[in-house]
């Protein structure tokens, strides 16, 4: 599956964004849908998944309450909506995929870049 992730950008603390994932040679709703980011000189960090069943999602303790993972099957697009953003959510994000059978996600998007002013 290929990923392409969109709706990066610069916001003002306490802004808001939408990440976008557009999947392509496969179905978002096949795999455990993962947003990771990265950082400048930090590396990279799981923020939230989605399970198969779309029921299921985790997330990273200082994203909770703020970030919101969602998938939409017919469009084959996974969403993370960031709320109240803070200077330290500054870094890449990136969409990436793996089977439910692994840990080890296999598909990895190019990064967008969110950039959070204070």
């Known amino acids: 599956v290929q990923l392409v992730e969109s709706g990066g950008g610069l916001v003002q603390a306490g802004g808001s964004l939408r990440l976008s994932c557009t999947a392509s040679?496969?179905?978002?709703?096949?795999?455990?849908m993962g947003w990771f980011r990265q950082a400048p000189g930090k590396e990279r960090e799981f923020v939230a998944l989605?399970?198969?069943?779309?029921?299921?999602?985790d997330y990273l303790d200082s994203v909770k309450g703020r970030f919101t993972i969602s998938r939409d099957n017919a469009k084959n697009q996974v969403y993370l909506q960031m709320n109240s953003l803070k200077p330290e959510d500054t870094a890449v994000y990136y969409c990436?995929?793996?089977?439910?059978?692994?840990?080890?996600?296999?598909?990895w998007g190019q990064g967008t870049q969110v950039t959070v002013s204070s």
């Open positions: 990436a995929a793996r089977r439910s059978t692994t840990r080890v996600y296999h598909s």
């Open positions: 040679g496969g179905t978002v709703s096949s795999y455990v």
């Open positions: 989605l399970t198969v069943s779309g029921i299921i999602t």
